[in-house]
């Protein structure tokens, strides 16, 4: 029987990863600042509004209020789907202090405080029946004590896929770094998207590739994107070579 996949929507990326992320996974964004990251996440969250698949998007960087005007840029109106229960933002950001943070619907008093999180997240998936699942990123949640991150992605990952939602947990690396967010969360990771910004020759270019993704074959190699006034676009058909990284 062929596995079921989740449609990313976004151009270019279903064909690298044949066919769209298996079902379930939770799945690594990986990537340094600028990267694309968060435009990924949300385009992934509102691609599957597009076709009926209710979404979360959890922040945990970027005021709410703030992420709807980023997406509205991209032509994203989330806050249509919020109305009418299709889609839910889990302001992990403000802690409720402030006069938007009041009229936010799901808010996490204290972020550092992850079964409260965990639960305000699995009561929101479970309120609109959520398909997909972004985290914004998870990196926040153990930046001061790594050694509480696999604990912590496990945790998620099992309520997650629990619920049987498909996920991206974005996860922030530093400029130079060649990984994708440390051991534990890499080895607990069903994939690893990872977006790459690299200077050539003066130039700046944008590449990602497909470290892992459990559950099917994918393209092995790095593919050059582009962030327009639309969103992200993969070139599935174009290699972007980096000698001596
Ligand atoms: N409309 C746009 N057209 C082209 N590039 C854009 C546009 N909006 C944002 N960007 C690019 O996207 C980058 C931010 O992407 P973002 O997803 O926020 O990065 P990350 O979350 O990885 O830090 C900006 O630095 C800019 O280069
Ligand atoms: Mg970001």
């Known amino acids: 029987m062929p596995i079921e996949r989740?449609?990313?929507?976004?151009?270019?990326?279903?064909?690298?990863?044949?066919?769209?992320?298996?079902?379930?996974?939770?799945?690594?964004?990986?990537?340094?600042?600028?990267?694309g990251k968060s435009i990924l996440g949300q385009q992934f969250?509102?691609?599957?509004?597009?076709?009926?698949?209710?979404?979360?998007?959890?922040?945990?960087?970027?005021?709410?209020?703030?992420?709807r005007i980023n997406m509205e840029q991209f032509g994203w109106n989330i806050r249509k789907y919020e109305e009418k229960g299709l889609a839910?933002?889990?302001?992990?950001?403000?802690?409720?202090?402030?006069?938007?943070?009041?009229?936010?619907?799901?808010?996490?008093?204290?972020?550092?405080?992850?079964?409260?999180?965990?639960?305000i997240i699995r009561r929101a998936a479970k309120e609109i029946r959520a398909a997909r699942v972004v985290?914004?990123?998870?990196?926040?949640?153990?930046?001061?004590?790594?050694?509480?991150?696999?604990?912590?992605?496990?945790?998620?990952?099992?309520?997650?896929s629990g619920l049987g939602c498909t996920s991206l947990l974005v996860s922030q690396v530093?400029?130079?770094?060649?990984?994708?967010?440390?051991?534990?969360?890499?080895?607990?990771?069903?994939?690893?998207?990872?977006?790459?910004?690299?200077?050539?020759?003066?130039?700046?270019f944008r590449s990602m590739i497909i470290w892992k993704m459990r559950g099917t074959s994918h393209s092995m190699n790095r593919h050059p994107f582009d962030i327009t006034d639309n969103g992200i676009i993969i070139y599935y058909d174009r290699t972007l070579s980096l000698s001596r990284r």
């Open 135 to 160: 985290i914004d990123s998870v990196t926040t949640l153990y930046i001061t004590k790594p050694s509480v991150a696999r604990a912590v992605v496990m945790q998620l990952k099992k309520m997650l």
């Open 6 to 35: 989740i449609k990313t929507g976004i151009p270019g990326l279903d064909e690298v990863l044949h066919g769209g992320i298996p079902r379930r996974n939770v799945v690594l964004l990986s990537g340094g600042p600028g990267t």
């Open 174 to 204: 530093s400029v130079t770094e060649r990984g994708f967010g440390g051991p534990g969360v890499e080895h607990a990771a069903d994939g690893i998207i990872r977006l790459d910004l690299d200077e050539i020759q003066g130039k700046l």
């Open 45 to 67: 969250l509102y691609n599957g509004l597009l076709k009926g698949e209710p979404g979360v998007l959890v922040v945990l960087e970027e005021h709410p209020v703030q992420v």
């Open 88 to 119: 839910a933002i889990v302001d992990a950001f403000t802690g409720g202090i402030g006069e938007a943070a009041r009229r936010e619907r799901y808010v996490v008093p204290a972020p550092d405080d992850l079964p409260s999180l965990v639960d």
